[in-house]
């Protein structure tokens, strides 16, 4: 009973403090409002002179490259030449993965399939899904049927 009285005797002796409101920086628009691109920069990487990388050429000088850059003014992008290898396109993501991608002998339209594949992923290694592998709504008495039970069975 002692404490109780000297614990209202502290909260009686308490100064009141005014409590202010945190104003609100951003308001929710059901995600729209705080997302964030998790690539942060493209690096395509290309030869002058080797076959496996025309279809790269062909990409970085078309309208259909310009108006991807324009599209993503967020991400960084990098040209530059690599001679004498095939030709990749890399992924640098915020949590500090890096992802590539090489494409060589593809077309100008897959490689800017690759390049959005890329701009729009999330940079997570890729994660095995534990757990079974047969999904039901009734599981079985018996398990998970194999051809190699039941023994051999002579016709």
């Not at 310009?66 to 915020?94: D, M």
């Amino acid at each position: 009973m002692e404490d109780m009285s000297s614990f209202e005797e502290v909260r009686d002796n308490e100064v009141a403090m005014p409590l202010d409101a945190v104003r609100a920086v951003s308001t929710g628009r059901n995600g729209l409002g705080a997302f964030i691109l998790q690539c942060k920069r493209l690096d395509f990487h290309y030869c002058d002179s080797a076959g496996s990388s025309r279809g790269m050429n062909a990409f970085l000088k078309s309208p259909s490259f310009v108006a991807f850059s324009k599209a993503n003014p967020q991400i960084e992008i990098l040209v530059s030449p690599r001679p004498r290898r095939h030709p990749v396109i890399k992924g640098q993501y915020i949590n500090g993965q890096e992802k590539a991608i090489c494409v060589k002998n593809l077309e100008a339209k897959e490689i800017l399939q690759k390049a959005r594949y890329l701009s729009e992923a999330s940079g997570e290694l890729a994660k095995k899904i534990r757990g079974k592998n047969v999904v039901s709504t009734n599981e079985s008495v018996r398990g998970i049927w194999s051809p190699y039970h039941g023994g051999i069975k002579d016709i």
